[in-house]
């Protein structure tokens, strides 16, 4: 008897392992399905100093192609930068830190990831950027930030020695006369352990800055 049921036990935790693989085989085109739908149904909605959609396709490439895994943004505003960073992290086996002051807009946020299907890869921190990206351990592969402007370079200064080499920090609004976008970019330009480009085919601009 206690050999059947361990003959029983053994057979049912097999199939249920062969029915999980099958389903997780599925899991990435049907996110993939779910995620791109959300994007189309909602490209023309998306208001309260988010990103275009051509801006999201940018770093979302940008993390895919090199493979990053653990991602900060500063700047979540509703989530529409944070849906494109959090599925390409779900093609590459990572997770994103998103940090939000406007409780309103993140609760927003929330509920638009969780609409996208993407909670499982993102972790919502809501408060101060100032005070909260000092505090974060790391380290980072990738960084957005798209929060107040005047405040890019200490944001730069903070998450410095948490970002790994090989990693970038991204900056949005870089093309736009707003005030701190100049001292930004002559402080990125400068720095010797970085080497920044900007992307222009965002109508904002991307500076990106790859850490050497």
């Known amino acids: ?46 208001r309260d100093l988010n990103v275009p959609f051509g801006d999201g396709k940018i770093i979302h490439d940008l ?7 653990s991602a900060l943004e500063i700047g979540t505003s509703t989530g529409h930068s944070t849906i494109w960073i959090a599925w390409a992290l779900s093609k590459t086996g990572g997770k994103l830190i998103t940090v939000e002051l406007n409780e309103k807009r993140q609760q927003q946020a929330i509920a638009n990831i969780k609409k996208a299907g993407l909670s499982d890869f993102v972790e919502f921190r809501p408060g101060d950027a100032h005070q909260i990206v000092k505090e974060l351990k790391g380290p980072f592969d990738f960084v957005f930030s798209d929060a107040d402007k005047d405040w890019y370079v200490q944001y730069f200064k903070d998450v410095h020695p948490k970002l790994k080499r090989g990693g970038r920090f991204t900056a949005h609004n870089v093309l736009q006369n707003i005030g701190g976008i100049r001292e930004f970019m002559e402080f990125v330009n400068k720095h010797p352990e970085y080497i920044t480009t900007v992307d222009k085919s965002s109508s904002s601009g991307i500076a990106i800055s790859f850490k050497k």
């Not at 206690?2 to 990435?28: D, G, H, R």
């Not at 993390?63 to 895994?69: A, D, L, P, T």
């Open 1 to 46: 008897m206690k050999a059947m049921i361990n003959k029983n036990t053994f057979l049912l935790l097999l199939i249920t392992v062969i029915i999980s693989t099958a389903c997780f085989s599925q899991e990435p085109k049907d996110l993939d399905e779910k995620v791109e739908k959300f994007l189309d149904e909602n490209r023309q909605q998306w």
């Open 63 to 69: 993390i895919v192609e090199n493979n990053y895994q």
